[in-house]
């Protein structure tokens, strides 16, 4: 009892350092009642679920946040709030394999413009919102390994356009699918110079199954990719296990450790944009709550 007290302690702490000074600002109704009822769904988990969430927490916090390679100079590529990344302001790359476009493409246009060959991947929609010569567009969905009248598979895609994987920037927005799409990555080593991910559902961390393929995620990428920007994604909210806070919702850009020697040491300007701009940014710090 006394430390679900505690927890509850925390919460209130951390509603505090958000919204404390920013009273303009609200993660709406929505937002907050689903991390309310995430933060009671804790209650009914066992004691070792919980630990293990916790320690692969902790773990995601040690790579994505304490290895963060700080720097480097990057810039922000797409559009003005949601659907915009961020890639090395000095990177030359020859390709751009872009799974989850939607109703925007600026990010993809951003690198056509420059005469980068584009394949952008969804199957959502029949055709790009602004086409370009540079873009090709696939109308399926990005899988791990099957390639029939509805998905493609990575490996199919590079193997057809020759690509050339350190000169190319693999972005993923594919809402919760880009870790299938990560563990075909190491399977049939398709590692890309430049990794762009949104990831998804982090609030299934207490689930074995989801944990287990995280974990699997976590191992992969900490062997090969370095962090170099990491932003909270505010159209999720952010979660509690146990003593640690996370994000719903990350974006992450990774450099492959091959080549990250390349990079060339400075700084960047302010890079923290929301992705929905009615709702308070949620901070990194919130890993340290």
């Known amino acids: 009892m006394f430390s679900r007290l505690i927890g509850l302690l925390r919460w209130i702490l951390l509603f505090y350092k958000i919204f404390h000074g920013r009273g303009h600002g609200t993660y709406g109704k929505e937002a907050v009642s689903k991390a309310l009822d995430v933060y009671e769904s804790t209650f009914s988990i066992g004691i070792d679920q919980q630990i293990a969430a916790e320690k692969i927490i902790a773990r995601a916090k ?47 246009q951003e690198f056509a413009s420059q005469g980068v060959t584009v ?23 990005l899988s791990g390994s099957l390639n029939n009248r509805k998905c493609v598979s990575l490996k199919a895609i590079v193997e057809g356009y020759n690509n050339e994987l350190k000169k190319t920037i693999l972005k993923l927005d594919i809402e919760g699918a880009e870790y299938e799409i990560l563990e075909s ?59 640690y806070f996370f994000p719903e919702v990350f974006e992450v850009t990774l450099i492959n450790r091959e080549i990250s020697h390349q990079l060339i040491p400075g700084t960047s300007p302010l890079l923290s944009v929301p992705n929905n701009p009615k709702r308070l940014e949620i901070p990194n710090k919130i890993f340290e709550a």
């Open 62 to 108: 040690s790579f994505f946040i304490d290895e963060l390679r700080e720097n480097v100079s990057l810039i922000r590529l797409g559009a003005k709030f949601d659907g915009g990344y961020y890639v090395p302001a000095d990177s030359s790359f020859d390709y751009v394999i872009s799974a989850g476009i939607g109703k925007n493409c600026e990010f993809e």
């Open 119 to 141: 394949i952008a991947i969804d199957p959502t929609v029949p055709s790009l919102p602004h086409p370009h010569s540079s873009i090709t567009h696939i109308q399926k969905f």
């Open 185 to 243: 990555i190491e399977k049939n080593r398709l590692f890309s110079g430049l990794l762009i991910v949104e990831f998804h559902n982090l609030y299934q961390v207490t689930n074995d199954s989801f944990r287990q393929q995280f974990e699997r995620t976590l191992s992969f990428l900490e062997d090969r990719y370095q962090p170099i920007h990491f932003h909270s994604n505010n159209w999720g909210t952010f979660h509690n296990v146990g003593n």
